[in-house]
């Protein structure tokens, strides 16, 4: 799929979106219905959803109330910190709860994936998102509406897919 080109003043992000608690199918939608009705952003493409088995602290658990997982891209006026607070305060309306537990079940959980390809570190956000290149959740999204992304310095999206054991997935 061919993206359009982003206009001048704007960037395009990647987000990755994800719910395993309540009514996920509702969630992701009222989360994407909130992202695109947020003055400075604009929605470019979105994935299907797709059901994903849950990763927890010991790996993928069979046991655990499934995922359903969608990634779109959005361009926006927003720098990279206030993206992500977007992205937060959207969570918090719908119910997540943050706790020191890092892979919780949760109502609504938004990751920025990537922010103009640019790499980042800093207090609270790395860019591209860590773990992004392994997860299939992330990337069998995203390559569906973006066949010729790529993740900065770890390549383009559907070779790190392919490159993943999809056991689970």
Do not use: C
């Not at 990755?16 to 509702?26: F, I, K, P, V, Y």
């Not at 910190?81 to 943050?98: C, F, T, Y």
């Not at 790395?126 to 997860?135: K, M, V």
């Not at 992304?149 to 490159?163: H, T």
């Amino acid at each position: 799929m061919s993206l359009p080109e982003v206009e001048s003043g704007w960037h395009r992000a990647v987000l990755a979106l994800g719910s395993n608690l309540g009514e996920r199918d509702d969630e992701l939608f009222r989360a994407v219905a909130d992202l695109k009705a947020t003055e400075g952003i604009r929605l470019v493409a979105e994935s299907n959803v797709h059901e994903t088995v849950a990763l927890t602290e010991s790996g993928y658990d069979e046991s655990a109330p499934k995922y359903i997982n969608q990634v779109i891209i959005v361009d926006t006026v927003w720098e990279p910190q206030a993206l992500l607070q977007i992205a937060l305060s959207i969570e918090a309306r719908h119910g997540r709860v943050r706790t020191d537990e890092r892979y919780a079940s949760r109502t609504l959980d938004i990751d920025l994936i990537d922010y103009d390809g640019e790499v980042l570190a800093s207090e609270g956000l790395t860019l591209p998102h860590p773990r992004a290149h392994e997860r299939v959740f992330v990337l069998a999204p995203w390559a569906e509406i973006d066949s010729d992304a790529s993740i900065a310095g770890k390549g383009n999206v559907l070779d790190l897919l392919g490159g993943l054991d999809k056991a689970g997935q």
